[in-house]
């Protein structure tokens, strides 16, 4: 099952004038001992539709994929610092928030099954 995961790209317009930093959700793989994750990033695609009320309605979105483990980064604000979800997906295409701890063991059981 897909689900999709969108977050708000404030300050970012579609004219290019400006070019703030943009949300980005990576598949988590593996565990890496010196980035803490090996990553896969997945493309967004950027939402303008509601554009025309200002740079902070367009959105990027993230399509998952059911039984993958995600980290999301994303501006909190437009002058907010950077938040950070860890999610998975359900059989029924829910998107669900885990604790950091969880993905790490989820990562270490694959990598010990796979090995």
């Known amino acids: 099952m897909k689900a999709a995961l969108g977050f708000r790209a404030y300050g970012w317009t579609p004219h290019g004038a400006t070019r703030a930093p943009m949300p980005w959700v990576a598949e988590l793989v593996g ?3 010196r980035y803490g994750f090996v990553r896969r990033f997945l493309p967004r695609r950027l ?9 902070d309605e367009v959105w990027a979105w993230f399509t ?5 483990l995600y980290e999301a980064r ?11 979800r860890w999610v998975t997906v359900t059989d029924d295409g829910d998107v669900v928030d885990l ?17």
């Open 64 to 68: 998952l994929t059911s039984g993958g």
């Open 99 to 115: 604790p950091r701890d969880d993905i790490v063991r989820q990562l270490t059981q694959r990598a010990c099954s796979a090995g």
């Open 47 to 55: 939402d303008h539709l509601g554009a025309r009320g200002g740079p």
């Open 74 to 84: 994303f501006l909190t604000g437009r002058k907010g610092g950077w938040g950070v």
């Open 31 to 33: 565990v890496d001992p």
